[in-house]
């Protein structure tokens, strides 16, 4: 099981993969400026687009995996 780090980070840009998927670039105080892959965000009634709108502020949930990391959850 891969470990869980949540932080408050800043959305400055969003990049789109694929059909559904995006690339967030993230400004965070403990981990600084992280690239992480944002799954299902671009589906119609996805419950994290919202919390990762550009230049949003948010609760985020990273997790760090083989390829680099990734968003499980924001708020």
Same mark, same amino acid.
Do not use: C
């Given at each position: ?7 408050? @980070?800043?959305? *400055? ?8 998927? %995006?690339?967030?670039? =993230?400004?965070?105080?403990?981990? !600084? ?11 119609? @009634?996805?419950? *994290? ?8 502020? %948010?609760?985020?949930? =990273?997790?760090?995996?083989?390829? !680099? ?7």
């Amino acid at each position: 099981m891969r470990h869980k780090y949540e932080t408050r @980070g800043s959305v *400055l840009s969003r990049t789109p993969v694929g059909e559904a998927s %995006s690339f967030v670039i =993230l400004l965070t105080p403990e981990l !600084g400026l992280v690239r992480a892959l944002a799954q299902s965000v671009r589906n119609p @009634g996805a419950k *994290l687009a919202h919390a990762l709108a550009t230049f949003s502020e %948010s609760d985020i949930v =990273l997790v760090r995996g083989r390829d !680099g990391w990734r968003i499980s959850g924001a708020v």
